[in-house]
């Protein structure tokens, strides 16, 4: 295939793993397309490989926590790296934001024609630091020639830039691998199949608000056959001890089971009976459209949202999924209705998948992104 465009990729974040989907998906679905893909990202060791076409250099980082000393050791690494190439050496570098991830271009502009800023999301940690970080992502993306946002309602933080240096680039699902297929989690995990499997996948941190899930199962305790698997790291044992010290003798309800490797969430969600798209309504997450959510929806299951501005891009109530309120009364009701309303989980199954056809990873990266990278450098 003929090679007709070199873009590099980087972001502190491990590939592929959770928080760095869009640039695994983005750069994989590029080179299937004939562009000369490079990536850089955060490595648990420094080494190079060919992942599904693409060039990945890995910079050791013992962690990818962008409130600590690391990001601005990749940045320095990233220096060393980007040294050794000639200039005008990529058409686009594509950097995925991160504290001091502005020196990349601010030093090395004559390695590519054009830098792109992206984001996928805002701060979520509440109030000052999400304004703080909001601020930081402002003032960074300044020296970059265009910015990427995966959603509209993030624009009025870029408001300083003209219309034409913004593009909209929305999360998608990767339809080959987020499918209805066979799955033995059930079996691994000794669930009977008369047992009503709920399934959450995401982070545990504290700001998610995920005890809320376990008080909704445990309103629920006259349901015998209801159980809730907890994919997803982070504050995992305390969210264990909540459970332990809420249910006493009844912790088989729940079943937490850690970080799972990006190829194997599929098997996981097709498990399940039904998936709760949880996050918390406020000003921070109602904005963020939740990747996972898309996920189980191109997995044809039915969805249990929280009544977000995210979660409303792709949930219309009553048709693939349910959208309700982020408080206990709520969330067990309408689990309650899926679990007993054989026709209603149906119907919303039914529509699941088709619903999201046009947020597969393939289409976006071939009809939006290639695109904006063709304008941008014309």
């Known amino acids: 295939m003929e090679i007709f465009m070199k873009v590099c990729h980087i972001g502190f974040s491990r590939y592929p793993g959770i928080g760095s989907i869009a640039m695994y ?31 990945v250099f890995f910079i050791h980082s013992s ?3 962008n409130l600590s000393i690391y990001p601005l050791l990749f940045v320095i690494k990233c220096f060393l790296y980007l040294r050794k190439i000639p200039d005008d050496e990529f058409d686009i570098i594509h950097v995925y934001h991160f504290p001091f991830s502005s020196l990349l271009p601010v030093f090395f502009r004559s390695k590519a024609k054009k830098w792109v800023f992206f984001t996928t999301s805002g701060p979520v ?9 909001w601020k930081l992502q402002t003032l960074e993306s300044r020296v970059f020639d265009h910015v990427i946002l995966r959603d509209a309602t993030h624009i009025p933080q870029f408001s300083y830039r003209k219309d034409n240096s913004i593009t909209i680039v929305p999360i998608g699902a990767n339809f080959q691998l987020f499918s209805p297929q066979p799955s033995s989690i059930r079996r ?9 499997l709920f399934m959450y996948v995401g982070s545990l941190n504290p700001v998610r608000r995920i005890e809320t899930l376990i008080d909704a199962v445990n309103i629920l305790a006259d349901e015998k ?3 809730l698997m907890i994919v997803g790291n982070g504050w995992n044992e305390e969210l264990k001890d909540y459970y ?22 599929p098997r996981y969600l097709t498990a399940a009976d039904c998936f709760i798209s949880y996050v918390p309504i406020t000003p921070e997450f109602t904005i963020q459209p ?11 299951l039915p969805v249990i949202a929280t009544n977000t501005l995210g979660n409303r891009r792709f949930i219309c109530d009553r048709e693939n999924g349910l959208l309700v309120g982020d408080d206990v009364s709520s969330i067990s ?11 209603l989980r149906e119907q919303l199954k039914r529509y699941a998948r088709t619903s999201v056809q046009e947020y597969n990873w393939q289409r976006i990266v071939k009809e939006t992104l290639l695109p904006t990278y063709e304008r941008i450098i014309s």
């Open 225 to 227: 056959n209801i159980r």
């Open 63 to 65: 962690s990818v926590t």
């Open 333 to 343: 009701s309408a689990m309650l209705s899926i679990m007993h309303d054989s026709e």
């Open 290 to 300: 939740p990747l996972k959510t898309v996920e189980a929806l191109a997995c044809g």
């Open 25 to 55: 998906e983005y750069s994989r679905n590029l080179s299937s397309l004939g562009v000369d893909v490079s990536v850089i990202a955060a490595g648990e060791t420094t080494e190079e490989k060919i992942m599904d076409g693409v060039r």
């Open 188 to 196: 691994d995990y000794g669930i009977d199949g008369k047992e009503f």
């Open 125 to 133: 940690k509440g109030s000052l630091i999400s304004f703080l970080g």
């Open 244 to 265: 332990y010290t809420a249910k006493g003798d009844r912790k088989e309800t729940i079943i937490f089971t850690g970080e799972i490797p990006y190829d194997q969430v």
